[in-house]
């Protein structure tokens, strides 16, 4: 991606140094509170009405693109607090790319299986430089299934491309699964985190959960950004995906989304053809 020329910009919470381990590992733990407390109660205040109001055939792991129909949740995708942590990595003109509530219902959360973002996107954008923000919604721990994610997987064997076996559906949140001759899970890191805590991965690196079976709901609002000089193929997403520009200026000639503007029969197209941005 491309990175800021600024190491001292008043714009950035994350030190040249966890950039450049960023980088090279392919995420990151943000240990401090990310949003104001009152903030964050209002983000989750926000997904908790949105849960309560879901359609009774949609599980609540495969809340994809809700800011499609909630418009409100631009309050966070844009907040400099977020912003701020992802200038680092993208550099100052930053667009978003997707949003995604994923909530494992205590006992019978479904697992994610071991995936790179980057296959469910293929050409969608070029070049494939995505930044997750992984907002812990719930507690996140290995009780519960948290994510863990293999580090450095993003540069290293298919680099975001890897191979994948069918999965039966409904066994898990996606209907594919890497071919365990590409994953080593024994080199997983277990990202735990408290509410209002944080992750950051790179869209093309390894990473899964296992189901939840415990007595406490898990919840996350995943966040991804892109550098405005990311291009959005629009001949490939056709009409069911939409960015928007978030901070600074266009880069790429791409065509953005109205953050004002619900845009639910793009979202129930998705859902009807499974377009997953995932």
């Known amino acids: 991606m491309v990175a800021s020329t600024s190491t001292s910009s008043p714009h950035h919470r994350l030190t040249p140094d ?6 090279v590992e392919g995420y990151h733990i943000f240990r401090e509170p990310v949003l104001p407390q009152a903030k964050f109660n209002g983000l ?12 009774a055939d949609v599980r609540p792991e495969s809340m994809d693109v809700p800011h499609f129909q909630h418009p409100e949740l631009f309050e966070w995708l844009f907040a400099d607090e977020i912003l701020d942590i992802v200038e680092p990595i993208t550099g100052p003109d930053i667009a978003l790319f997707s949003s995604h509530f994923i909530c494992k219902p205590k006992g019978n959360g479904q697992r ?4 790179e973002d980057s296959h469910y996107w293929k050409t969608m954008i070029s070049p494939m430089e995505v930044v997750t923000v992984w907002i812990a919604i719930d507690p996140s721990s290995t009780v519960n299934g948290c994510m863990n994610i293999i580090p450095r997987t993003h540069t290293s ?22 071919k365990a001759a590409q994953r080593d899970p024994s080199r997983a890191i277990a990202i735990e985190l408290e509410p209002n ?10 990473h899964g959960s296992a189901p939840n079976t415990s007595n406490i709901r898990r919840c996350g609002y995943t966040m991804r950004y892109i ?3 990311v291009l959005l193929n629009r001949d490939m997403v056709g009409s069911y995906h939409n960015i928007y520009l978030a901070r600074g200026k266009d880069l790429a000639g791409n065509t953005y989304g109205d953050p004002t503007k619900s845009y639910a029969e ?9 377009k997953n941005g995932h």
């Open 197 to 206: 805590q944080c992750s950051l991965h790179d869209g093309r690196i390894i």
């Open 157 to 178: 064997g298919k680099q975001g491309f890897s191979d994948y076996d069918d999965l039966k559906p409904g066994e898990a949140v996606f209907n594919d699964e890497i």
């Open 227 to 229: 550098s405005s000089n």
């Open 18 to 23: 966890e950039v450049a381990r960023y980088r």
């Open 112 to 115: 994610v299986p071991w995936h």
């Open 44 to 55: 989750k205040n926000c997904f908790e009405h949105i849960l309560d109001n879901l359609e």
């Open 266 to 274: 793009m979202a129930r197209f998705r859902a009807k053809h499974g």
